[in-house]
């Protein structure tokens, strides 16, 4: 069981970018999914997240910049990052567990994180 995140890079002020979450080896689609985010010297903190009926969640912080979505024939969920700032460097990691929610304690199958680098 394994959820594999990509879509990260260098990527300039005011860009975006499309990070993936695919799994492998079990059927996600009854699970919820998370992104979450850790800073270099800061704690890892919600991003986002989707029930598996599709209802989403956000954080206060990305301001309505990210869009959270899945795909559940492809066993996919995306974060669409627009407007990136250079406070949104960080790895970012995706989350499954049966139920939605903000806490990552919560979550108990993550994948290896993929990050993000915003330039001024």
């Known amino acids: 069981v394994q959820l594999q995140a990509s879509g990260g890079g260098l990527v300039q002020a005011g860009g975006s970018l499309r990070l993936s979450c695919i799994s492998s080896?079990?059927?996600?689609?009854?699970?919820?999914r998370g992104w979450f985010r850790q800073a270099p010297g800061k704690e890892r903190e919600f991003v986002a997240a989707?029930?598996?009926?599709?209802?989403?969640y956000y954080a206060d912080s990305p301001e309505g910049r990210f869009t959270i979505s899945r795909d559940n024939a492809k066993d996919t969920v995306y974060l669409q990052m627009n407007s990136l700032k250079p406070e949104d460097t960080a790895v970012y990691y995706c989350a499954a567990r049966l139920g939605v929610s903000r806490s990552s304690d919560s979550y108990n199958i993550w994948g290896q994180g993929t990050l993000v680098t915003v330039s001024s």
């Open positions: 080896g079990r059927t996600f689609s009854y699970y919820a």
């Open positions: 989707i029930s598996s009926g599709g209802s989403t």
